[in-house]
């Protein structure tokens, strides 16, 4: 069984960042894409950030030049660095994996819990 556990989340300020992880946990043989996705109230879930396998990340364009993804791939881990938050990135974060849990196995697409961030203007 896979786990993808979020942390660091949190209310803070407009101007003041946090740093979002997200731990993989369990039977994983490997790991292909981490991202991470959000999604505010009433609003569809929405890509923030993704960290392919081959190492060419991608931003949303109203997140580009203030976070940041990256990946620790020895501990199964993605996090996303957020700098100069604003209000309208009030959201739940979510974490999410695609991963083999066998050697010759599909690729599976695992979603984390979600962490609160709220961003107060």
């Known amino acids: 069984q896979v786990q993808l556990v979020e942390s660091g989340g949190g209310l803070v300020q407009a101007g003041e960042s946090l740093r979002l992880s997200c731990v993989a946990s369990?039977?994983?043989?490997?790991?292909?894409?981490m991202a991470w996705y959000r999604q505010a109230p009433g609003k569809q879930r929405e890509l923030v950030a993704d960290?392919?396998?081959?190492?060419?990340?991608n931003y949303a364009d109203s997140v580009k030049g203030r976070f940041t993804i990256s990946r620790d791939n020895a501990k199964n881990t993605v996090y996303l660095q957020m700098n100069s938050l604003k209000p309208e990135d009030t959201a739940v974060y979510y974490c999410?994996?695609?991963?083999?849990?066998?050697?010759?196995?599909?690729?599976?697409?695992?979603w984390g819990q979600g962490t609160q961030v709220t961003v107060s203007s």
């Open positions: 369990g039977s994983i043989f490997s790991i292909s894409a």
């Open positions: 960290y392919p396998s081959g190492g060419s990340t």
């Open positions: 999410k994996a695609i991963l083999r849990i066998e050697t010759r196995g599909p690729m599976i697409q695992y």
